[in-house]
């Protein structure tokens, strides 16, 4: 199993550029999420699936969109990047909720917007 | 409002020497507390978790956590550390959402650095 895949590692976008980060999980998980990860503050949560059909917004979803594609995938969206949205992006999945499993995270995507 | 909280921003150590990382939590209801480590360019790695049960939780990598509810703690402890522990770690609680599935809130992270 591959586990969580995202894609690209990196990229580089000019102000008011669009893209979309793309995950995908292999390991039948109902549950995806998107996170940014920025110095100092941990993980903050943009968007989440519970599962395939819903999403939901979390601390932080002012720029993005996202689309829960299929089981599989969930990708998140940046209509028009701002330097503000530089950071680290990552995926994860859990196959349920919190109360017996822990999430699987995917290797991150790299964002600079200059 | 539900949080979690990890005071230090870096933790030194001796290797061979134990290390100790803090997380203090504010929850309503019961705890679901997990811990993650992240080497660097890499995802996050689940080490343990707390959800029931024994106060002293075992995980991986040699590590385990202490669970104390009356210092709404669950600091995480190594008896021997390392060098290729050196690394940045969370801790995490479960936070309740209206679809009952809920969400993990992260403390802002806590650099360890071993050295030989």
């Known amino acids: 199993n591959a586990g969580v895949t995202q894609t690209p590692k990196f990229q580089v976008l000019k102000t008011g550029q669009s893209m979309t980060l793309q995950c995908a999980q292999d390991m039948n998980h109902n549950s995806m999420y998107w996170y940014r990860q920025d110095p100092g503050m941990g993980l903050r949560l943009i968007y989440y699936?519970?599962?395939?059909?819903?999403?939901d917004k979390g601390e932080v979803p002012n720029g993005y969109n996202v689309s829960r594609l299929n089981k599989r995938e969930f990708s998140l969206r940046l209509e028009s990047a701002a330097p503000s949205q530089t950071s680290v992006y990552f995926c994860a999945s859990i196959i349920r909720g919190f109360q017996y499993n822990e999430q699987f995270f995917g290797p991150g995507t790299r964002l600079t917007v200059l | 409002a539900q949080s979690v909280a990890q005071p230090e921003d870096q933790v030194n150590v001796a290797e061979g020497n134990p290390l100790t990382v803090k997380c203090t939590y504010s929850?309503?209801?019961?705890?679901?507390l997990f811990w993650y480590v992240q080497y660097p360019n890499r995802g996050l790695q689940f080490l343990l978790k707390?959800?029931?049960?024994?106060?002293l939780v075992k995980g991986s990598y040699g590590f385990e956590a202490e669970f104390n509810k009356s210092q709404t703690s669950f600091h995480l402890k190594k008896p021997s550390a390392l060098v290729s522990d050196s690394a940045l770690y969370f801790c995490?609680?479960?936070?309740?959402?209206?679809?009952?599935?809920?969400?993990?809130?992260f403390g802002a992270g806590t650099q360890v650095v071993v050295t030989p």
């Open positions: 995490a609680v479960r936070v309740m959402t209206t679809d009952s599935w809920g969400k993990l809130q």
């Open positions: 699936s519970a599962s395939e059909g819903t999403t």
């Open positions: 929850v309503s209801g019961n705890p679901y």
């Open positions: 707390y959800i029931t049960g024994d106060n």
